[in-house]
């Protein structure tokens, strides 16, 4: 592995309780040259967009905060560390929007998940490698508990929408997406990544 690989944008995406944030951080041990970052941001735009997720704001006026954080992630991390060649992580990115909110927005339009798409389309910057983690909501449920003040069962059915959104979304990109099972162990799970993002920047 002696050749320097070029600039790429690597993403995590997967249902809450994934573990997919704690992997960003063992990650971080890995890769020290690398970029790390995340969306929501910590920006302005992206604390509004917390804000309007604490809240239970309109899912559609919450999708356009997104959008902005996105937008301006983007212009002042994304595409400026590409261009100096580095190689960046981001803890979710644009396929999160596309599974969360097509499935908040799903009663709202025929294909939400595809209208959500084409608002990004022409100007967002496509992920070199996607890894998506998978894993039984259920599961999914346990670790993280519910949040906010869905019942169970709702919090549940969300889920399973948000990872069927997930898995169409790979299936539609098989080249870009590589599928992790999240259930393992979290120490097995990470040197798996590990794996498949050095094969992938080395190859």
């Not at 799903?106 to 990004?120: K, L, R, T």
């Not at 549940?156 to 979304?169: A, C, G, S, T």
Request: charged fraction near 30%; glycine fraction near 8%.
């Amino acid at each position: 592995m002696d050749r320097m690989p070029e600039g790429k944008l690597i993403t995590l995406e997967g249902i809450d309780g994934t573990g997919k944030s704690s992997i960003a951080n063992m990650l971080k041990k890995r890769f020290p040259d690398a970029v790390f970052t995340r969306e929501p941001t910590k920006s302005r735009i992206g604390r509004a967009v917390k804000r309007s997720i604490e809240s239970d704001g309109d899912p559609l006026a919450e999708l356009f905060l997104f959008v902005a954080d996105h937008a301006e992630h983007i212009a002042k991390v994304i595409r400026p560390a590409l261009a100096e060649g580095k190689i960046v992580f981001s803890d979710r990115y644009s396929d999160s929007r596309y599974a969360y909110q097509g499935a908040t927005l799903s009663d709202d339009f025929d294909d939400a998940v595809a209208w959500v798409q084409g608002i990004h389309r022409g100007w967002t910057v496509v992920p070199d490698m996607t890894i998506l983690f998978t894993i039984d909501p259920d599961v999914a449920i346990w670790r993280c508990g519910v949040r906010g003040e869905k019942t169970k069962f709702e919090k549940l059915e969300f889920l399973k929408k948000v990872q069927d959104n997930f898995l169409r979304l790979a299936g539609e990109e098989p080249q870009r997406f590589v599928i992790i099972d999240a259930g393992e162990e979290l120490e097995t799970v990470g040197r798996e990544v590990e794996v498949v993002i050095k094969e992938f920047l080395y190859r």
